[in-house]
């Protein structure tokens, strides 16, 4: 009898969203990227998607060039290399904690949820598409 091939061991990963809150004061968002973390699997990367359009719905004036610098800045925190600063040397779970600590910004990242996965970069994909697209 022929066995089937076994499934890829899943590991545990943590994401957050990250949203744009053109005015703070508002409280108005839009999801426009997604940063995950797994431990086992030492990845962390973000992936971004910004709708102008749905931004400037919620704000005429939002900076969109100013956002779309913040969230690129978010993945070249997650790559901890050239560009990513200070947090260039940090492991990359310090990296996940910096990027998720709560800020008052334009770009604040959201709630950490957690799951399993056996494939993390496929789950960013189906997270961004999901939960951002």
Known sequence: MTRAPEAPERAVFEYALLRVVPRVERGEAINAGVLLYSRPRSFLAARVHLDTARLLALDPTADVEGVRAALRAVE???????????????????????????????????????????????ELERLLGVLVR
Do not use: N
Not at 97 to 116: D, F, K, M, N, Y
């Open 76 to 122: 070249r925190v997650c790559d901890g290399g050239p560009g990513a600063g200070a947090a260039a040397g940090d492991e990359a779970g310090r990296r996940f904690r910096w990027l998720i600590a709560p800020r008052s910004t334009v770009v604040q990242p959201g709630p950490v949820h957690t799951g399993l996965t056996a494939d993390p970069d496929a």
